[in-house]
């Protein structure tokens, strides 16, 4: 018997957040039509558009792992995955999205690579190949590394470095980042080259390339246009958007929606319209919400008139590249890796204005909370997803100590769905309230903006 | 000749008092607080019970949490190997042990007549008897019943919470909802069977599988057990003293590879007494 | 009192790490301290700082590590976080953070939020092997020195950094020449003493640890009695142990642990720095591609059967070659470069006849206690 806890769903504010949910279905159904027709699907990571662009120019459909993981546990299937990956010995202390793919795999594999009838949302493809990223977490290269047990199918890891705040300003240090990732970027096509038979499309790329950069243009002023208050947008609707800007940015339809997208959002902030019409309290989320019960944070807004004005650093697109940098980079290669490399350091020169490390989840909330004029955090720590959990606490230590922001605690997980206690995060709201209005005091005495 | 094996469990002490063919008897008894006191205590009341003299047993071998705290054995066994010695002698097909105890829980893979491989839970209630018995206090009813009653039900209810002290709450919750009693005990005893048949696994359930320990004598736990396991499992007649028998089993062997000298000279030196750990006056 | 020697001058250092770093700071010298395995050891003594293995402790509650990290993470960081906030590291002229792993990664960044020392640097470690990887390397290597000399007053020449590889190659040949008495049975030396030994020797200075190893070699092979002969002769593979109160626990419940494939045992010291002439390339080369750790992804091949003998098969010449007839995983709760190999090594041993013991453990001595009963049925099993 079912548990009774149903998909809570958000209304969200935006028309056209309200629409992007199409986005994500399209996603699942392209990889699998693509392996009906026999043309080659990839199985990859978020790879901040560093590798999934390039493989996408070479025609291949992809499939995201870790967005099937949230979907599974969504549906409330994704328990006998992860038994099913526990039960071949993998430690039940691992990625939550792993382990229900680990499973997944492993009954693909016991169905002669057919998938079974009961697979939630039609299940993934057996893919070509395994794309795993050095970005974020060990798991994303050793999860897809094991899955060798199951099929004998190649992993390409991408190689993206992390440099440390201060040593992101060492002369030459950028440039051999750089350097380093647009080598293995062309290893990266000579492997596709092989794997498919064919060579590189470079006019297609260039041709993604120029959508692309229009989509996420466009995703960065929308970014911009929430700093206005009221916020005419908030998390509910960013998750729902991001969907077209992190896994599909070069696709045309993408570009089209984006421009609906700003269109909205600015005529909210033009006509002061804020997404919560009593906007009381102006909040920031770090890092994975919720996707389960996303209807509590229309509670919050209800309730208390809470607006997350800004969440979740790694979903969003960075600030465009400066056009005179941009100009002189010729080779596609060295410009993706150039802005995917952007979008993990740009908040060096933050970082290193509060002495802080490091960069990555952590830096840019620096700066969320002063142009987004933040009242308070809600960290919301997951027990099975260690790189969106690590650096929470310290986050928490920051913000109180540099900006009198004090956070709120709620934990989750990203499959195990128990985990997250609605009546308490309530409760814990409430009381935040009170803690918010009491820093808000001490900051106007002590001579913040906000 | 005759050979004892002591299994001091966290919440119950067992002994077996076995000759070379066959078990002469055992004894049962809650461990207490104090199961270094009592390990002596229990062997002397065995020895009543047989008629015998301590000094007439020829190699005793002590398994069990407690193993190490007891003076008088001639050796101490992991109860790992004891149980699995303790089922092969009753079924010598045994290919698969799940012990469902009071405090852990263990799944045993024996292959040749020896662990091939073994897991143990010693660290969660939630997938022990101690599940139970939480529950069971709960709903005020005695821990020998519910198994029973749980097989009255028609539709177990969804236990979610993983974890005991949730589930407790749950129970509660269930109730105000007006789920009947056989309804959530079977729930929950599903739950308890689908944490060990999820422990277990990960050692590869093989026929023949025999189910040991407290929970062996809970039909619900066993049912709901073999459902998920898929094929029906065997369970001794007296689930409790398989690692106690294991280690009147291995009593017997040490004692024939003991040179004979050494064996009567230990058994002189050794005398049935507590272990002296802490100060009585303490 | 009469300066100690040999094992027992091990397991004194063993016993306070510290000291001999403070003795030298007081003396006027300086310390760097470094994460795990990939800073090479060659730049921090070349330029006259003594490396000092940063690690944590099991003894220690973990009091302070709350208000920094969560608590599902690797238990190795977390509580060098929790020490290092209580002022253990503090006297640290040089902190060398590397991207080893997850936890190695995140506590460099926020140790250096809070913890400032004279010279800091994290290492970027590459993921892979690949030719632009050690290039890369390379680079960052020369980056690391660059920040060394600064807080060094002097520059690292190239004939100061071969010098060092000298050095620590020579400490490197000598630890193998150890395990290699261990081929023995019973083996020369104890699971507990290689311990001590080895985290003796990444806490004092290259030329003393040399000086000490002579020693120890030289009494381990001339002691009349060593180890026990125990059936169970076991390979550890997996996270590191840097106690010997786990050592212990094993042994006493009659394992012989002749071999190991962990950061503080053999993957430290099994392969040497090549002399090059650049001296950067050497270093580069043994540090990120001959260094053996699941962290490293090696590019698939072409079926699984090669993938796994070239991902693991190093490990079939510590088996033959030491006897081993078991293997303990030691897996520290949450690491996830080592938990995700379990199935396939397992698998992996287990085709070689091989009992294979998994075990998930806490770095903390308070729950040891409750593992006896797994190391004694496992030793149980074993012949």
Same mark, same amino acid.
């Given at each position: ?142 999860? #897809? ?23 992101? #300003?060492?002369?030459?240090?950028? +440039? ?28 297609? !790329?260039?041709? +993604?390339?120029?959508?692309? #950069? ?10 911009? !246009? ?56 102006? /909040? ?75 960069? !990555? ?5 620096? +700066? ?9 955090? #809600? ?56 803690? /918010? ?14 | ?16 008092? $076995? ?23 229990? %062997? ?16 005793? =071998? ?7 705290? =007891? ?48 897991? %143990? ?19 005020? @009813? ?8 749980? @097989? ?81 499992? =065997? %369970? ?8 106690? @028998?294991?280690?009147?089993? @291995? ?7 003991? =040179? ?7 058994? $002189? ?14 | ?19 001999? &770093?403070?003795?030298?700071? &007081? ?357």
């Amino acid at each position: 018997m079912e548990d009774k806890k149903k998909k809570k769903s958000s209304a969200k504010t935006l028309q056209t957040a309200r629409e992007a949910g199409n986005f994500g279905k399209k996603i699942l159904s392209s990889a699998r039509e693509a392996a009906d027709a026999g043309r080659p699907v990839v199985w990859a990571m978020v790879d901040w558009w560093l590798g999934t662009t390039i493989a996408k120019a070479m025609g291949m459909e992809i499939c995201y792992p870790e967005n099937y993981g949230a979907f599974c546990a969504a549906m409330r299937k994704a328990e006998p995955y992860l038994d099913y990956a526990e039960g071949d010995g993998i430690p039940n202390t691992t990625c939550g999205y792993a382990r229900n793919c680990i499973g997944y795999t492993r009954k693909l594999k016991e169905n002669n690579f057919v998938i079974p009838e009961d697979a939630p949302g039609g299940g993934m493809p057996k893919p070509l190949f395994l794309l795993a990223c050095g970005a974020a977490c060990d798991a994303r290269y050793k999860w #897809f590394q094991s899955l060798g047990r199951y099929m004998d199918v190649p992993v390409w890891t991408l190689e993206f470095p992390q440099t440390g705040v201060m040593e992101y #300003f060492m002369p030459g240090n950028k +440039k051999d980042n750089i350097n380093f990732m647009v080598q293995e970027l062309r290893a990266f096509v000579s492997f596709l080259e092989k794997l498919l038979g064919k060579k590189m499309n470079w006019d297609n !790329l260039e041709a +993604k390339l120029d959508t692309f #950069f229009k989509t996420h243009r466009l995703a960065y002023e929308v970014d911009l !246009l929430r700093k206005a208050v009221p916020s005419p947008a908030v998390n509910t609707d960013f998750w729902a958007l991001m969907i077209p800007h992190l896994y599909m940015p070069d696709d045309p339809e993408a570009l089209e929606f984006y421009q609906r997208v700003y269109d909205e959002v600015k005529y909210k902030v033009d006509n002061k319209i804020g997404a919560v019409p009593n906007e009381k309290y102006r /909040m920031i989320f770090s890092e994975l919400p919720p996707w389960h019960t996303l209807g509590v944070f229309d509670e919050y807004a209800e309730k208390y008139g809470v607006a997350f004005a800004m969440e979740s650093w790694n979903y969003h697109v960075p600030s465009p590249l400066p056009e005179d940098e941009k100009e002189k980079i010729h080779d596609p290669l060295e410009l993706i890796a150039t802005y995917s490399y952007h979008k993990f350091n740009e908040y060096a020169p933050v970082a290193l204005e509060h002495r802080m490390e490091p960069s !990555l989840f952590t830096a840019p909330y620096l +700066k969320y909370v002063k142009d987004y004029r933040i009242d308070g955090l #809600f960290a919301h720590p997951l027990i099975s997803c260690r790189p969106a959990t690590y650096t929470l606490m310290h986050l928490r230590n920051l913000l109180m100590e540099k900006f009198k922001v004090p956070s709120v605690i709620v934990e989750g997980d990203i499959v195990d769905l128990r985990v997250f206690n609605e009546e308490e995060s309530h409760a814990k709201m409430e009381a935040f309230i009170e803690t /918010m209005d009491h820093y808000r005091e001490i900051r106007k005495k002590e001579g913040f903006e906000w | 000749m005759l050979f004892a094996g002591i299994d001091i469990g966290s919440t119950i002490t067992k002994v077996v008092i $076995r000759d070379e063919r066959s078990i002469i008897l055992y004894t049962i008894r809650p461990t207490g607080a104090e199961h270094r006191r009592l390990a002596h205590e229990v %062997m002397k009341e065995s020895l009543e019970k047989a008629g015998l003299d301590f000094e007439q047993i020829d190699f005793i =071998v002590a398994t069990g949490y407690g193993r190490i705290n =007891v003076p008088f054995a001639d050796a101490q066994v992991s109860e790992i190997t004891c149980h699995m010695r303790g089922v092969s002698w009753l079924f010598p097909n045994v290919r698969t042990v799940i012990d469902i105890g009071g405090q852990d829980s263990k799944g045993i893979k024996v292959v040749d007549g020896k662990v091939r491989n073994f897991i %143990m839970n010693d660290k969660c209630a939630a997938g022990t008897g101690r599940f139970l018995e939480i529950i069971a206090d709960t709903l005020g @009813l005695k821990l020998e019943e519910i198994g029973d009653i749980s @097989l009255r039900s028609r539709e177990p209810a969804g236990i979610s919470k993983t974890c005991a002290i949730f589930a407790e709450q749950e129970v509660l919750l269930r109730l105000s909802e007006g789920a009947s009693v056989p309804d959530i005990l079977a729930g929950l005893h599903k739950a308890l069977a689908d944490r060990i048949f999820a422990m277990v696994s990960k050692i590869r359930i093989e026929r023949d599988v025999v189910i040991t320990g407290g929970g062996a004598k809970n039909a619900g736990l066993r049912k709901w057990l073999e459902e998920r396991i898929g094929f029906p499992a =065997v %369970m001794p007649p007296e689930p409790l003293i398989t690692g106690a @028998l294991g280690a009147s089993i @291995l009593a017997q062997e040490m004692a024939a590879k003991s =040179v004979e000298g050494d064996l009567a000279l230990k058994k $002189r030196a050794r005398t049935m007494e507590a272990a002296t750990f802490f100060d009585d006056d303490q | 009192m009469t300066k100690l020697k040999g094992l027992a001058r091990a397991a004194q250092i063993d016993k306070n790490r510290e000291e001999r &770093a403070k003795e030298i700071k &007081a003396e006027g010298g300086k310390v760097a301290g470094y994460f795990c395995c990939y800073p090479p050891l060659e730049l921090m003594t070349a330029l006259d700082y003594m490396p000092i293995r940063i690690l944590g402790d099991m003894n220690e509650p973990l009091t302070e590590a709350d208000s920094y990290l969560p608590t599902v993470m690797c238990c190795f960081y977390r509580s060098i976080m929790d020490v290092a906030m209580k002022g253990r590291y503090n006297y640290l002229d040089a902190f060398i953070g590397a991207h080893a792993c997850d936890g190695a990664e995140r506590v460099s960044y926020i140790w250096r939020s809070y913890l400032k020392s004279p010279c800091s640097f994290y290492l970027d470690v590459p993921h892979t092997n690949h030719a632009a990887a050690i290039e890369f390397f390379k680079k960052q290597l020369i980056l690391l020195n660059g920040e060394l000399e600064k807080t060094a007053g002097k520059t690292a020449t190239a004939a100061m950094i071969r010098e060092a590889v000298k050095l620590h190659n020579r400490q490197r040949a000598m630890v193998r020449q150890l395990y290699g008495l261990n081929r023995n049975d019973p083996p020369a030396l104890s699971g507990s003493e290689m311990v001590q030994v080895l985290v003796a020797v990444m806490c004092i200075p290259v030329k003393e640890g040399n000086a000490l190893l002579e020693e120890v070699i030289e009494e381990v092979r001339g002691r009349a009695k060593g180890p026990e002969k125990k059936k169970g002769r076991i390979l550890i593979w997996g996270s590191l142990i840097d106690d010997t109160a786990m050592t212990k626990l094993i042994e006493d419940c009659g394992l012989n642990i002749v071999i190991d494939d962990t950061a503080i045992g053999t993957r430290s010291f099994w392969v040497d720095v090549d002399e090059t002439d650049d001296p950067y390339e050497g270093l580069a080369i043994r540090y990120l591609d001959k260094i053996v750790c699941p962290r490293t992804f090696r590019d698939t091949k072409k079926t699984r059967r090669e993938d796994l003998d070239h991902r693991f098969g190093y490990m079939k010449e510590m088996i033959k070659g030491w006897g081993v007839n078991g293997v303990y995983f030691n897996i520290i709760r949450n690491c996830d470069p080592h938990g995700y190999e379990i199935p396939e090594l397992r698998d992996y041993f287990e085709q070689m006849n091989l009992p294979v013991l998994v075990v998930e453990q806490d770095y903390t001595t308070t729950a040891l206690e409750s593992l006896r009963t797994r190391f004694q049925a496992f030793a149980e099993s074993i012949g």
